[in-house]
């Protein structure tokens, strides 16, 4: 027993010691891929998630995760290569100019930042996956009537998706936002494996986003979905109990749809057929409050502003017709969308104040003696 603890205490003291040691991009990964693993612990620990099912999903993601990856590797490498000839530089072979890559990462966190962040998404992503499906599905959604009153007073008494339908109800108004809303599932994980390849200069909005990449599906997507149980208004009459405005709802998107197939009627019709699946699929699983969809788009709206502020206004236009979208097909209720809002600009400030945190934080001899003394213990 001794002996387990003495080698327990001697791996503890030495992942200490390898972190402390670290820099702030080494410390930033280390945390992001931490709360990571610690998220899928409590997933696959929860003992409702088969590990075989996840491992299946998780390779599925992985693969494409690195084959995009790989992808914008190339395409970071054709940039910088025409910028060289742009600026008159005589260009490296690309043997050369890859070893002086790879050093300069192996320098920068032993190219931790660059080869991990795939496997975290993927690892993110199934995560979520399978706490969305067996485990969200065992709350019930209860918070229905009440953010449905909440909307009530948002709209002053009126239904959100009634006033959008007035505003967009044809069939051309009706299909684009169908459009806008679907594409950003495609858009969503690209910043996270965009920051692979990003310059060491920055480290601090890299370190930012992705804090709030995974806070976003960790806190929002999966503990306060979890204490705030919805279904949405499509899935009212379905899953919660009767409601005509809400078949209302569903009535005037399947006219719409008769006319122009929707995207959203389909996945809505997948997400009740699939919704006490005892298998594990890929994006199953049905929660409103708070909307992640949302929330992400606000989170590159935040991000791009940070960068370049006719970029932050261009998705900033892009989350606003995104909230839209989610409350004239049925997705969410309008206060789903601001509930996103408020949390997700918390949440960013948060993240900052923690990037910060690391940026500065040094870890003292005493400190480390002290932590090193009460492992001996």
């Given at each position: 027993?001794?002996?387990?603890?003495?080698?327990?205490?001697?791996v503890t003291r030495s992942i200490f010691a390898w972190i402390s040691r670290?820099?702030?991009?080494?410390?930033?990964?280390?945390?992001?891929?931490?709360?990571?693993?610690?998220?899928?612990?409590?997933?696959?620990?929860?003992?409702?998630?088969?590990?075989?099912?996840?491992?299946?999903?998780?390779?599925?993601?992985?693969?494409?995760?690195?084959?995009?990856?790989?992808?914008?590797?190339?395409?970071?490498?054709?940039?910088?290569?025409?910028?060289?000839?742009?600026?008159?530089?005589?260009?490296?072979?690309?043997?050369?100019?890859?070893?002086?890559?790879?050093?300069?990462?192996?320098?920068?966190?032993?190219?931790?930042?660059?080869?991990?962040?795939?496997?975290?998404?993927?690892?993110?992503?199934?995560?979520?996956?399978?706490?969305?499906?067996?485990?969200?599905?065992?709350?019930?959604?209860?918070?229905?009537?009440?953010?449905?009153?909440?909307?009530?007073?948002?709209?002053?008494?009126?239904?959100?998706?009634?006033?959008?339908?007035?505003?967009?109800?044809?069939?051309?108004?009706?299909?684009?936002?169908?459009?806008?809303?679907?594409?950003?599932?495609?858009?969503?994980?690209?910043?996270?494996?965009?920051?692979?390849?990003?310059?060491?200069?920055?480290?601090?909005?890299?370190?930012?986003?992705?804090?709030?990449?995974?806070?976003?599906?960790?806190?929002?997507?999966?503990?306060?979905?979890?204490?705030?149980?919805?279904?949405?208004?499509?899935?009212?009459?379905?899953?919660?109990?009767?409601?005509?405005?809400?078949?209302?709802?569903?009535?005037?998107?399947?006219?719409?749809?008769?006319?122009?197939?929707?995207?959203?009627?389909?996945?809505?019709?997948?997400?009740?057929?699939?919704?006490?699946?005892?298998?594990?699929?890929?994006?199953?699983?049905?929660?409103?409050?708070?909307?992640?969809?949302?929330?992400?788009?606000?989170?590159?709206?935040?991000?791009?502003?940070?960068?370049?502020?006719?970029?932050?206004?261009?998705?900033?236009?892009?989350?606003?017709?995104?909230?839209?979208?989610?409350?004239?097909?049925?997705?969410?209720?309008?206060?789903?969308?601001?509930?996103?809002?408020?949390?997700?600009?918390?949440?960013?400030?948060?993240?900052?104040?923690?990037?910060?945190?690391?940026?500065?934080?040094?870890?003292s001899p005493e400190y480390q003696r002290a932590v090193e003394g009460s492992?001996?213990?």
């Amino acid at each position: 027993m001794n002996l387990q603890k003495a080698g327990e205490n001697c791996v503890t003291r030495s992942i200490f010691a390898w972190i402390s040691r670290g820099n702030r991009e080494q410390k930033a990964i280390i945390l992001q891929l931490g709360l990571v693993v610690i998220y899928a612990a409590f997933v696959l620990g929860s003992g409702l998630v088969k590990f075989d099912e996840i491992l299946g999903i998780w390779l599925i993601y992985l693969s494409g995760a690195y084959a995009l990856w790989a992808i914008f590797g190339m395409f970071v490498l054709i940039g910088l290569l025409l910028t060289q000839m742009e600026l008159g530089q005589a260009s490296p072979p690309i043997g050369q100019w890859l070893k002086s890559m790879i050093t300069e990462r192996w320098e920068r966190d032993r190219g931790l930042s660059l080869i991990a962040l795939p496997f975290l998404l993927a690892t993110l992503i199934s995560s979520f996956n399978a706490f969305k499906q067996f485990i969200l599905v065992k709350s019930t959604f209860r918070f229905d009537a009440l953010f449905e009153q909440w909307d009530h007073i948002l709209f002053l008494g009126h239904d959100p998706w009634q006033v959008t339908h007035a505003l967009f109800g044809s069939v051309a108004a009706t299909s684009f936002l169908d459009h806008v809303y679907h594409a950003w599932f495609s858009l969503m994980p690209l910043g996270v494996l965009l920051c692979a390849w990003q310059a060491k200069s920055t480290w601090r909005l890299r370190t930012q986003f992705l804090l709030s990449y995974i806070g976003v599906w960790i806190i929002l997507g999966s503990i306060l979905a979890w204490l705030l149980p919805a279904a949405g208004p499509v899935f009212v009459p379905a899953l919660v109990g009767p409601s005509p405005t809400f078949s209302d709802l569903h009535a005037a998107l399947m006219q719409t749809n008769g006319q122009d197939s929707l995207e959203s009627i389909a996945l809505q019709q997948m997400l009740l057929g699939n919704h006490t699946q005892t298998k594990m699929a890929m994006g199953v699983g049905i929660s409103a409050m708070p909307s992640v969809h949302n929330a992400l788009a606000i989170l590159y709206c935040l991000t791009t502003f940070a960068i370049n502020r006719k970029l932050g206004i261009l998705f900033g236009l892009y989350a606003f017709a995104i909230w839209i979208g989610s409350i004239h097909l049925g997705w969410h209720y309008a206060v789903d969308g601001v509930a996103s809002l408020i949390l997700m600009i918390g949440l960013w400030k948060l993240t900052g104040l923690a990037a910060d945190r690391l940026d500065k934080q040094a870890v003292s001899p005493e400190y480390q003696r002290a932590v090193e003394g009460s492992l001996a213990l």
